[in-house]
């Protein structure tokens, strides 16, 4: 029962983060542009982390799960169901925005990119006019392999900063927002790409960087955190 506790609030907390912060960008991305989209993921995840961080560890994100599993502090059976419960529950968040933007098709919504003369919208990650796959695929690696790192060290046991580790998490993914979203509207995270991506017709012909990319920085993001930290955390797999 603790575990499924532990599922469902990843799937609560993955469904808000997608239906909060991409609805930034989806409901009143024209009113505070880029810098105020980030600005709302940052602030949506300290939410959460107060909210969930004591039950599930706040996750809600398969790249922070993975990352998580690799430095030895959840079992992959954990991991495995982290991601079903993650990825669910951003479909569900992307439900509630398509609903939204179904509504009233002449309100202005922002999260629209046109490119190649495609149409996506639900702030999904696909690339911006001008990005390569190449540039996507560098920065999803390296602004994950900072977002985990920051995490890793944040909720150490032992050096990690405790009560407030939750505000510099929800720094972190603020400043990689800003920095990210002019590229492939920043992912560093599969299940938030995964979820607008259900409603949003051709939007999967990037989402392998989605994955890759994220994959990739979390794992360098572990072998780092074990190169600086003084301790090596015992693994419970």
């Not at 799937?11 to 009143?28: D, E, K, W, Y």
């Not at 105020?36 to 602030?43: E, I, P, R, T």
């Not at 999803?140 to 050096?159: C, K």
Request: aromatic share 12%; hydrophobic share 50%.
């Amino acid at each position: 029962m603790n575990d499924l506790k532990k599922y469902t609030a990843e799937g609560i907390g993955t469904m808000f983060l997608v239906l909060l912060a991409c609805g930034s960008a989806v409901l009143a991305g024209p009113s505070i542009g880029g810098y105020g989209v980030g600005v709302c993921f940052g602030l949506v995840l300290v939410c959460l982390c107060y909210c969930l961080g004591n039950i599930s560890g706040c996750h809600v994100n398969p790249a922070v799960s993975l990352g998580v599993y690799l430095s030895g502090r959840m079992s992959l059976k954990d991991m495995l169901c982290y991601w079903l419960f993650q990825m669910g529950g951003a479909v569900v968040g992307a439900a509630f925005l398509f609903w939204f933007v179904n509504m009233n098709p002449e309100f202005n919504f922002g999260g629209i990119t046109e490119n190649g003369g495609a149409t996506y919208n639900l702030a999904t990650n696909v690339l911006q006019p001008g990005a390569t796959s190449g540039m996507a695929l560098l920065m999803e690696a390296l602004l994950t392999f900072f977002f985990v790192f920051i995490i890793l060290g944040a909720t150490d046991a032992n050096v990690g900063w405790g009560k407030f580790a939750g505000i510099g998490i929800g720094l972190a993914l603020g400043l990689v927002n800003i920095v990210g979203i002019p590229v492939d509207n920043c992912s560093v995270n599969p299940a938030r790409s995964f979820g607008p991506a259900v409603f949003c017709p051709g939007a999967f012909h990037d989402f392998w960087i989605m994955v890759v990319g994220p994959f990739v920085g979390a794992i360098i993001a572990v072998i780092a955190w074990k190169v600086v930290s003084p301790y090596i955390a015992k693994g419970n797999r």
